[in-house]
């Protein structure tokens, strides 16, 4: 039988790897094996992703191994997201966040790290995916009981939208119940500022950064 030490190395491994299936399989032993699925998280897949993502924003590691790590954490969650339900626990969280890619885009690669950079510091992520409507942005926010709402453009024509987010929140009277950061290649603190989102993230490590620093505006 593993100690719980080998299996949380075998874990952290499969992310070094970029092994969705060897997450899958360490995933499933440590829920076999006994061990706390929150501390499985914590142990086994939060740690190296913040770690990948550190070592991408040095620029040490380039941006497909990041994909793929995140894309391993991602599958191997599955697993110890049903053990924690199924044991009836409670996600350690800091915050929920609700995120996406706003209408007319489908870039996702950037978003899907953001997701997962958030996830590995502690925050419930929902994505919504892409391409996705203003008033979905906040049927999904009302739905998940969300904190934080976060919105990715990668088009100059698309960064619009993000506008028409934060323009609904006001006519719904709603801009004071989330707190809202926005970000994406074409995005700037200028824009940020101009549509009046709370954040602007420039990449994902400052989105945790900004987020973590400012709990107090969200968790309200
Ligand atoms: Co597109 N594309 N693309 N594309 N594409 C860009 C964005 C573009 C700059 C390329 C170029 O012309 N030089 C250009 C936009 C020009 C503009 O508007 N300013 C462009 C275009 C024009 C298009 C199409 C219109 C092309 C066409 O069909 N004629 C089309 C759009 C389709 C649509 O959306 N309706 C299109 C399509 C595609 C592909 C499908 C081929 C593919 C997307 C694949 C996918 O996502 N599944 C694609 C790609 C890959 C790119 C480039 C090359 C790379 C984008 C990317 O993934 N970057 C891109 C060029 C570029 O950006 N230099 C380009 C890597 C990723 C990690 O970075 O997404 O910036 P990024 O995310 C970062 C930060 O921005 C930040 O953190 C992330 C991690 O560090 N961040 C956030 C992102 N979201 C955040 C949210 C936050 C906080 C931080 O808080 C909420």
Redesign the pocket.
């Known amino acids: 039988m593993a100690t719980a030490e080998e299996i949380y190395a075998r874990m952290q491994k499969s992310i070094e790897d970029y092994d969705r299936d060897a997450a899958v399989a360490a995933a499933r032993e440590s829920v076999a094996a006994g061990l706390d699925p929150l501390v499985a998280v914590e142990e086994g897949f939060a740690r190296p992703v913040r770690q990948l993502g550190e070592a991408f924003d040095r620029m040490e590691i380039f ?1 497909p191994q990041l994909i793929m790590a995140a894309e391993a954490m991602k599958a191997g969650m599955t697993v110890l997201e049903a053990a924690i339900k199924a044991g009836g626990g409670t996600w350690q969280k800091k915050g929920v966040v609700v ?1 996406g890619t706003v209408e ?8 899907t ?2 997701g997962a950079i958030l996830q590995a510091n502690g925050y419930e992520v929902h994505d919504l995916g892409v391409e996705v409507p203003a008033p979905r942005f906040i049927q999904a926010a009302e739905e998940a009981g969300a904190n934080i709402i ?3 453009a ?5 960064m619009l939208f993000q506008r028409d987010v934060l323009q609904l929140l006001r006519n719904k009277g709603l801009q004071q119940k989330y707190f809202t ?6 995005v700037t603190q200028k824009w940020a500022d101009e549509i009046g989102a709370n954040a602007y ?4 490590i400052e ?1 945790v950064r900004v987020l973590d620093a400012r709990r107090k505006e969200w968790s309200r």
């Open positions: 941006l995120l007319g885009d489908i870039h996702d690669i950037g978003k790290i953001v976060a919105m990715s990668l088009l100059s024509t698309t950061i926005v970000g994406g290649a074409p993230g420039r990449d994902a989105a």
